[in-house]
């Protein structure tokens, strides 16, 4: 039988790479439903193509034109909205495989709703681990729910390691996650005020979305990257280790107690973690470029703590204060920056204000251990509100 798939995000550099892959193989998946926040005619014309059974937007404007647009074509895709429809097809009884790829916190609740209903979660979303922490872990084990990390890193992490999770602890000595650098990795720190979101989102490696790509330019998304790791994977904050590798040829390693290491390669492609995720244990083929070592070029590595790195990207840092720290700041940190962020690409903010907006919102928010879905909501409700104001008085 072929797997029923659910893309939350579909209209987003990870959904979009997500229905290609589909599309490869369509003897083994089929799309029952897609989401979208405003993108309606990339909607549609991916409801043309695939037919899913259901297609949500977030808004009820946005609902309201895709539906008439959807009834102009005749095309048999029912339209739904608002964020408890999307619920519901991260957690539709028919659902096998849901890709969870809708960017930020506003990711969470499905991501919840889909491991409580047990399906396999291939989880684009770091902010479900990195917001949702231990409640939404207990989700997964309480829903039966099969967790497979879909960014590239982790996605290498998972491959790197052995298949039995309980060996990791005793095998396994450090993971090292690798970093392109992003577009900045030489310039300058001081030059860094006069970035604009433009360059910001000129990412020499990889096609991304605006959000992520500023946060690549900072650092930021390794810093999420690095707690995302620490929930995945288990294994305690010192065991986590980051190192700059401009070409993103290796995509993350696993360094073992015998100081062997065992690492994934591959063209950076996000349709290989991709297909991974929808096929594990098995392999299909991706789409992407094979490598080819032949004209390969160097491969060259540097420490967070060298060439300026440190004064470049300070809010990589950022990532084992938060896990040293109450529970909840990393709900605080996230919420924080998807604020500086957003502030910084609607020119609200100087890029090199985006850190400090962070640590005044881990400064001024108080620490707490939130232990549900609404506690988490509230905090990192508070949290946005704090870092609202803090972007008011920088602009």
């Known amino acids: 039988m072929r797997q029923r798939v659910t893309v939350l995000g579909s209209t987003g550099s990870i959904g979009k790479n997500t229905l290609d892959v589909l599309a490869r193989h369509p003897e083994r998946f089929e799309v029952f439903a897609l989401s979208a926040a405003t993108q309606v005619e990339l909607l549609l014309a991916q409801c043309a193509q695939l037919r899913p059974r259901y297609a949500v937007m977030a808004s009820p404007a946005h609902a309201q034109e895709l539906a008439e647009k959807i009834k102009q074509n005749s095309l048999p895709t029912h339209v739904l909205q608002g964020i408890d429809a999307i619920e519901t097809i991260a957690s539709d009884p028919e659902v096998d495989t849901v890709m969870a790829a809708i960017v930020g916190a506003a990711g969470l609740a499905p991501c919840l709703a889909a491991a409580r209903a047990g399906k396999r979660l291939l989880l684009a979303n770091k902010e479900a681990l990195v917001v ?93 990257e690095v707690i995302e790791a620490r929930y995945l994977f288990g294994l305690a904050p010192e065991q986590l280790d980051v190192v700059i590798h401009p070409q993103s040829t290796i ?104 850190h400090a907006l962070n640590l005044e919102t881990l400064s001024t928010v108080p620490s707490s251990k939130p232990d549900s879905l609404d506690a988490l909501l509230a905090l990192d409700a508070q949290a946005r509100s704090s870092a609202q104001q803090h972007a008011a008085r920088m602009g």
């Open 132 to 224: 949702g922490g231990e409640v939404f872990l207990q989700a997964v084990r309480a829903g039966g729910a099969t967790l497979l990390p879909i960014d590239s890193e982790h996605s290498a992490i998972f491959q790197s390691l052995p298949d039995d999770p309980a060996t990791w602890p005793a095998r396994v000595d450090k993971i090292i996650l690798t970093a392109s650098g992003g577009p900045f990795r030489t310039r300058a720190p001081e030059t860094l005020r006069d970035v604009t979101p433009e360059q910001a989102c000129a990412h020499p490696n990889w096609v991304m979305g605006r959000k992520i790509s500023v946060d690549s330019a900072t650092m930021m998304n390794k810093a999420l």
């Open 251 to 354: 995509h993350s390693m696993v360094q073992y107690r015998d100081m062997s290491v065992v690492a994934q390669l591959g063209t950076p492609d996000m349709r290989v973690p991709i297909a991974y995720g929808l096929s594990w244990p098995e392999r299909v083929a991706s789409g992407a470029a094979a490598l080819d070592f032949r004209s390969l070029a160097a491969m060259t590595f540097e420490s967070i703590d060298d060439h300026g790195h440190a004064a470049r990207f300070p809010g990589l840092r950022l990532a084992w204060d938060a896990l040293g720290a109450a529970p909840g700041t990393t709900v605080v940190l996230n919420a924080a920056n998807e604020v500086a962020v957003q502030a910084f690409l609607d020119r609200r903010i100087r890029f090199d204000q985006i």
